[in-house]
């Protein structure tokens, strides 16, 4: 099982960016999926996080600005990121919690690799 997150890059503050965390592999069922952030020299935080049936958190920084959602058909969820701004800048990371696979009746969590976010003021 893979998870791929994409999407990230550099932009002014205001900006926009959409990020994707594709997973991968011997997918059985993908369940609640997170994605946490973290900023040089910060602990690593979780931003937002969706259920398999659609029901969302948010950090109260991301409150109003960014929208989690996914395609369970794709097994693929996005992260949408409006008005951004500088201290949005991380590198940012999804994370599959209690993922079932073909393979094993036991669920793990899996990681994707991080994608970095740039803002500038």
């Known amino acids: 099982v893979q998870l791929q997150a994409s999407g990230g890059g550099s932009v002014q503050a205001g900006g926009s960016l959409r990020l994707s965390c594709a997973a991968s592999?011997?997918?059985?069922?993908?369940?609640?999926v997170g994605w946490h952030r973290q900023a040089p020299g910060k602990q690593r935080e979780l931003v937002a996080s969706i259920t398999r049936g659609g029901n969302t958190n948010y950090a109260d920084s991301v409150k109003g600005r960014f929208t989690v959602s996914r395609d369970n058909a794709m097994n693929t969820v996005y992260l949408q990121m409006n008005s951004l701004q500088p201290e949005d800048t991380a590198v940012y990371y999804c994370?599959?919690?209690?993922?079932?696979?073909?393979?094993?009746?036991?669920?793990?969590?899996?990681w994707g690799e991080g994608t970095q976010v740039t803002v500038s003021s």
């Open positions: 592999g011997s997918i059985f069922r993908l369940n609640s």
């Open positions: 994370k599959a919690e209690n993922l079932l696979r073909l393979d094993t009746p036991y669920g793990a969590d899996y």
